[in-house]
């Protein structure tokens, strides 16, 4: 098996690299304004079409999380693991009718502004410093670590090499500001999505080729006939991965608030659309639901076709790491079987989606940082050149401490995939909670507000390490505990997510009921819903070529979950 990359895939990689930069530096001239501006360089307000908006919002959604650890999911889980992808398709739609009306006609443009506007000065202080946490310690360094440990291992380029050169071009691309990124990025889905479906390809094809028979139909109906147990999208209790993906939670419960928080709460993600008015915006999002149908195809099957062939007695040696089988090396083995130059459109596949995110998760950690505490805090009387290099500042710091702190994370151990998902699932229950009665709850007060944000993240904790403490068995009945590999019963992730966010609105319900918060008009107090958002029904009305075609996806994913029910 070839580990390195051959002279022909190095062509490929720099044709790639020639034209994702030289499209970003054209967009850059063509587009940038005499007086730099600030919402410009964050938002490129006004400039990205709605198929810039979607291809922005996939690229930089999926990166090496998805490609090596959803693949290695695909491996050890199989098919199931989709569900993070086609229920995100659903998701855009609620996220492009409910949520982006709310958003571009109150004017909001980050997060935290959100929060200040909605609550106080407060909960949007300490909530613009936890998602910078977030952001920089868990996304940003995973992202750049999953990223060069797989570029390392299908080109044999020197691990310290590969994080830099990821970091070096991410930046290139971000400091052109988020129009370069938006279109720089419909570039990177096109790789991402041709270099993918060549390892698609492949691996179908060695399936139906180790079984005698040629053709990626036959390969596909072999993967059904000898892996029918990875072709299931609701678990069992029984299944030994159903701590992971606990049944119908994947549908009613748990899941919904990972990706509603995700699409809809995460200026990483709402970054890209709240730049333009609401037609082109919806119309961004559509596309990226869409495109998100298409993603199990790319990740997850290849996954489970080097399982059926490693159960079949290939790549024995290849899938283990530190003497034991890790799964999510199934996608740079395959990688490492395409032909010279397939290799380098496949390698410039990967590069594209690790890269796509960095830029846009660098450009959003620059936006909070510079909108949200540096303007707001420190330097409220700058110019918008200032802000705008205060940015750039923040986008290279970032990065390089991304660099410095990855190797120490622990990352490859956990799994890349796994770590994002359960540290993003500590604060999401609050977040979201905070945020949907922010929107639609006029009476929500600011101290609901931080005890969502604090209490919330506090209850995770508990909820994580208090089969330590206690025996969850009980809970079996209900169907809210299982035993995990050593026999403790616990509760498994995303239905701990549902319970945080129950209690949290609840609670918050109540705190603003005890203790509302009241003004003095014309000498009574009365309840004080001035920091309410402006809400009309008619905001939710909808194109009929958007409904048509929000039907469409929702009849797609109901087919789907239907035949692998």
Not at 336 to 365: D, E, H, Q, R
């Amino acid at each position: 098996m070839q580990k390195s990359l051959q002279f022909l895939d190095y062509v490929v990689f720099l044709v790639y690299f020639a034209i994702v930069a030289g499209y970003g530096i054209y967009i850059y001239q063509k587009k940038k304004r005499k007086t730099t501006d600030s919402k410009d360089f964050f938002l490129a307000e006004g400039s990205l079409t709605w198929w810039a908006i979607g291809a922005s919002l996939i690229a930089s959604n999926i990166s090496a999380e998805q490609f090596i650890g959803m693949a290695g999911s695909g491996f050890n889980i199989g098919l199931a693991i989709s569900t993070y992808e086609w229920m995100a398709a659903a998701t855009l739609i609620i996220v492009a009718v409910f949520f982006l009306p709310i958003y571009l006609k109150n004017k909001i443009y980050t997060m935290p502004q959100f929060l200040l506007r909605r609550y106080n000065q407060t909960v949007s202080t300490i909530m613009a410093v936890f998602w910078l946490l977030l952001y920089v310690v868990v996304n940003l360094t995973s992202i750049l670590y999953l990223g060069a440990l797989a570029i390392n291992t299908i080109s044999g380029i020197d691990f310290n090499v590969c994080m830099i050169l990821l970091a070096v071009f991410a930046v290139f691309i971000t400091l052109g500001g988020m129009k370069v990124i938006g279109y720089t990025d419909v570039i990177q889905v096109f790789f991402l999505i041709l270099g993918g479906l060549a390892t698609t390809y492949l691996a179908l094809n060695l399936v139906s080729e180790h079984f005698g028979t040629t053709g990626v139909l036959n390969g596909f109906h072999l993967m059904t006939e000898h892996a029918g147990d990875h072709f299931h999208m609701i678990l069992d209790r029984k299944d030994p991965h159903y701590l992971d993906l606990p049944g119908l939670s994947i549908l009613v419960g748990g899941m919904w608030i990972v990706n509603l928080n995700y699409w809809g709460c995460n200026q990483y993600i709402t970054q890209r659309a709240l730049g333009a008015d609401l037609k082109t915006a919806r119309s961004g999002l559509l596309f990226a639901g869409f495109l998100k149908l298409l993603m199990p195809l790319i990740v997850v099957i290849p996954g489970i076709a080097a399982y059926v062939l490693h159960s079949r007695g290939l790549f024995q040696a290849e899938m283990v790491k530190g003497g034991e089988l890790n799964p999510d090396n199934a996608y740079p083995v395959l990688m490492n079987l395409l032909p010279i130059g397939m290799k380098g459109l496949a390698f410039a596949a990967l590069t594209a989606a690790v890269v796509a995110s960095l830029a846009g998760k660098a450009n959003s950690i620059s936006t909070i940082f510079t909108l949200d505490i540096y303007k707001e805090h420190f330097a409220k009387n700058a110019d918008e050149k200032h802000v705008v290099r205060t940015g750039k500042i923040v986008v290279i710091v970032a990065m390089i401490l991304a660099i410095i702190i990855s190797p120490f994370l622990g990352i490859d151990k956990k799994g890349g995939f796994q770590f994002i998902q359960e540290y993003t699932g500590f604060v999401s229950p609050g977040i979201f909670a905070m945020f949907l009665l922010g929107f639609f709850w006029k009476r929500t007060t600011s101290g609901a507000a931080l005890f969502a944000m604090i209490g919330g993240f506090a209850l995770s904790i508990i909820l994580k390490f208090l089969p330590g403490w206690a025996d969850l068995s009980g809970l079996s009945g209900i169907g809210f505990s299982v035993p995990a590999a050593n026999g403790v019963y616990e509760i498994p992730f995303l239905d701990r997510m549902g319970i945080v966010f129950v209690v949290c609105v609840i609670a918050m319900i109540l705190i603003s009921l005890v203790a509302p918060a009241k003004v003095k008009v014309a000498g009574a107090e009365v309840v004080d819903e001035s920091k309410g958002l402006e809400v009309d029904p008619s905001m939710f009305r909808t194109s009929m070529p958007f409904a048509i075609t929000a039907i469409l996806i929702c009849g797609i994913l109901v087919a789907l979950y239907t035949i692998f029910w």
